[in-house]
Nanobody, 124 residues
Framework: QVQLVESGGGSVQAGGSLRLSCVAS????????MGWFRQAPGKEREGVAV????????AYADSVKERFTISTDNAKSTLYLQMNSLKPEDTAMYFC?????????????????WGQGTQVTVSS
């Protein structure tokens, strides 16, 4: 059974930084795709960043490029999202997600495994 558990959310001022973590159990870090998504109140869940841990291949939403970095520690079965230069519009619930194939895009419909989410709030 795959379990994804996020942590690291919180409240910061604009321009600040946070690092989100997602510990995976029952899931193989290899050529499968993992990612971070976010959902703000009243909005649809959107893709933020994805990665294939075994290859290091990444992709980002335009809104977070140059500010966010996705990475993994395969030995610790942990996915990270380093978020710098945070903006109020980054406020959302952030979710870790994974699936079992190598096609890796920001399309949330591809992802079958989800964490419970961690809240990020950025104040101006």
């Amino acid at each position: 059974q795959v379990q994804l558990v996020e942590s690291g959310g919180g409240s910061v001022q604009a321009g600040g930084s946070l690092r989100l973590s997602c510990v995976a159990s029952g899931y193989t870090f290899s050529s499968n795709c993992m990612g971070w998504f976010r959902q703000a109140p009243g909005k649809e869940r959107e893709g933020v960043a994805v990665i294939i841990p075994g290859w290091g291949t990444t992709a980002y939403a335009d809104s977070v490029k140059e500010r966010f970095t996705i990475s993994t520690d395969n030995a610790k079965s942990t996915l990270y999202l380093q978020m710098n230069s945070l903006k109020p519009e980054d406020t959302a619930m952030y979710f870790c997600a994974a699936h079992n194939h190598w096609v890796c895009t920001l399309n949330r419909a591809d992802f079958g495994y989800w964490g419970q989410g961690t809240q990020v709030t950025v104040s101006s």
